[in-house]
C-alpha cells in the first residue's frame, strides 16, 4: 500500500492535477490506498467517502485549528483567519454569532430577489454563438449577490473578482505579494463598510454582524474581518464554480440537460443541483490534523499528523453512490455528497448557493434547448478550488 498509495498521492495533489484528470488516480486510491502518504508534505490523504464523512464529524480527533490547507502545516497564526480555522468550543461561539445572517427566514427572503436577478442575467447571454459562460455568468451573478447581501455597491463587483481569486491559492497568476496587498485592501474595505453599519445600521448582512450579540458577546474587528472576508470568498466560490462546472457537465451530457429540461419542477431542480455539486465538487480537500493516535485501514497516524480529506474523490466512490458513481445522473437520489463538508464545519451558507444555483438552471432551461461546447474549457490550476477560468459554450435558444 505505502509505494503505490504515495505514488497515486502525489499525483493527486500536483500542481495542476485538475487540469488533466485525476479521477482514475482516486478510484485507485480508493481501492488500494484508501489511507495514503503523501511525501512531499507528510500529510495522508483519506479518499473514501465514509472516511471523510467520519472525520469531518469528530473534530475533538480532526481537528481545523492547525490548518486547513496543506500550504498551512506548520504555520501558526496568532488568531484564526477564518472560522474554517477553529474548533469547538469557539467554532461553536461562532456559529451561533454568525446563524442568524444565514437563518432560514433570511434565505427564503432572497428567493425573489435572486430569482429575478437570475433571469435578467441568462436574459443578457448571446444566443447561439460563442460564449465563455464563465466571465459573463459564473463570475458576476454570485458577485453580484454578494454585494447586495453585504449592502456594497453591486458594480464593484469586478474588484470583489479580484480580492476572491487572490485569497484561493492557484486561482491566479499573482505573486505572493500581489495577493497579499489585495488581501490587505479586501479586509480594509470591509471593515470600514462595518464600522459605516456599527454607526448608521443598515439592513444588510454587514450591519448583522456589525452589531449582532449572543448572550452579551459581539465580534471584535478581527472576528468580524475573518468572517466578512470568508463570506466574500466563499460566498461566490462555491456557487461559480459549481455553476461554471455544471454547464460544461451539461454541454458534455446532452441527454441530462434534456432531462432536466423535461421536468423543471422543484424537486427535479433540486435533485439537478445536488448532482452538479457533487459532480464538480467545488472545494477538492480541506486539510484536518490528528489531536491523537487513531488507526485506520491499518495505518497508525501519531497525533499532529495533518490528513487530507478529499472531497472529490469521496464524491465519487462507489461505495457511497453505487455503480453509476463516474456518470452525471441530474435524477440521482440518494445523493449524500459532502460538496459543503459534514459535521460541525458544514458550510453556512449551503441554502444560499443551492438557492442561486436552482435559480440559474431554472432560467436557463426555460429559455435554451441545447447547450455545447464552443472551444476549449481552461481549468484553474489551483489545488484547492474546482474552478474554470474560461468555459466558452454555445447556447441554443429553445
Known sequence: MGTIGADLAEQVLGDGVLAADPLPALARLRAEAPVAPHRPTGAWILSRHADVLAASRDPATFCSGRGVLLEEIGVEYPSPPTMMHTDPPDHTRYRRLVAPAFAPRVVRALEAPIAARARAAVAALPAGEPVDVVAELAVPFPLRIIADLLGVPEDDWPRFHEWSEAAVPGASDRSPDEAAALMGEMTGYLLAAAADRRARPRDDVISLLATVEVDGERLDDDELAMFLVQLLVAGNETTRNALAGGLVAFAEHPDQWDRLRADRSPPALAAAV?????????????????????????VDLPAGTPVVLHYLSANRDEAAFGPTADRFLVDRDPNPHLAFGAGPHLCLGAALAR??????????????ARLEPAGPVERAMSLVIAGHRRAPLALHPA
Do not use: N, S
Not at 275 to 298: A, D, I, K, N, Q
Not at 362 to 368: P, V
Open 274 to 298: 445536488e448532482e452538479v455539486l457533487r459532480w464538480t465538487t467545488p472545494v477538492v480537500y480541506f486539510l484536518r490534523t490528528t489531536t491523537r493516535g487513531v488507526t485506520m485501514h491499518g
Open 355 to 368: 438557492l442561486e444555483l436552482r435559480a440559474v438552471l431554472g432560467a436557463l432551461a426555460d429559455r435554451f
